[in-house]
């Protein structure tokens, strides 16, 4: 594990030690990179997502951190509600260490018996840094509505990148309410 610590920093400092007379270049690298902090440098994992936002249009945010398995439990009995017709958002906030992320993405899906919608989301290619970094939609999407769309609806969350390698998978359940 150590020698791969060292391997990653050696190839970040690789690429930030190219091109320096580039001034375009350097600041791409600057705003990718920043500065290179490891925040768990005990932990091997290179994307660590620790909070799932739902963002509403009116300024409510509910944060809810998807490795407590306590709170997804909770979850199980006592869904995140919505209000009908309701404007809302997904995001995340997570902590990439260690090397580059390249093409981090989330794929959500919710589904009530025979109805089911997936969403694939590219967030993008993030550098490591100490402080938490975060996404959101760009668009409100509009809560279902109708006697039928009300009640429970099963979710799966699932962070993973070009490579394909999963980083988190998760399960919660949302209720549209009247």
Known sequence: MTSEKKKDT????????????????????????????????????????????????????????????????????????????AKYKFGVGFYIQHDICHGLKMKLKLAKGIFSNTEDYVLGSYGPKKQIQ?????????????????????GTGIF???????HLKWEFKIKIVQ
Not at 160 to 166: G, H, I, R, V, W
């Open 10 to 85: 050696s190839h970040l400092a690789a690429i930030q030690s190219k091109d320096t007379d580039d001034k375009s270049l350097n600041n791409y690298k600057k705003q990718l990179l920043g500065d290179v902090e490891t925040p768990f440098p005990n932990d091997p994992r290179k994307v660590i997502v620790k909070e799932f936002y739902v963002l509403f249009e009116d300024g409510k945010k509910i944060v809810l951190d998807p490795t407590d398995k306590k709170l997804l439990e909770k979850l199980k009995k006592e869904p995140i509600e919505i209000k009908e017709k």
């Open 134 to 154: 975060e996404w959101f939609q760009k668009h409100y999407d509009e809560a279902p509505s109708g006697y039928v769309m009300r009640g429970g609806y099963t």
């Open 160 to 166: 993973y990148d070009l490579d394909k390698q999963e």
